[in-house]
Nanobody
């Protein structure tokens, strides 16, 4: 059974930083691509960033240069370092198995961790 547990969400002032973590179990982590997605209040699920098993990283335009995704295969974990946070980054952040995680399809994801950015 795929299990993904996120942590690190918090209330943070605009311009601040947070580091999200996700521990994975139930599958061969090192062989899987992984993603972070988020859901803003009243909006659908949005894919934010991904990292392949080969360590290639991808981001949506709005977070490029501010967010950094990484993974540690020895710990079965992925991370999302978020800097210069903006109000529009507010939402529930989910860790997901694979690179396909959007509003229409995201079969394997965790319970999420809340990030709230205030002015």
């Amino acid at each position: 059974e795929v299990q993904l547990v996120e942590s690190g969400g918090a209330l943070v002032q605009a311009g601040g930083s947070l580091r999200l973590s996700c521990v994975a179990s139930g599958f061969n982590f090192r062989l899987e691509d992984m993603s972070w997605a988020r859901q803003a209040p009243g909006k659908g699920l949005e894919w934010v960033s991904g990292i392949t098993k080969g360590l290639k990283t991808m981001y949506i335009t709005s977070v490029k240069g501010r967010f950094t995704i990484s993974r540690d295969n020895t710990k079965n974990m992925i991370y999302l370092e978020m800097n210069n946070l903006k109000i529009e980054d507010t939402g529930v952040y989910y860790c997901a198995k694979g690179l396909l995680c959007g509003d229409a399809f995201c079969p394997d994801r965790g319970q999420g961790t809340q990030v709230t950015v205030y002015d």
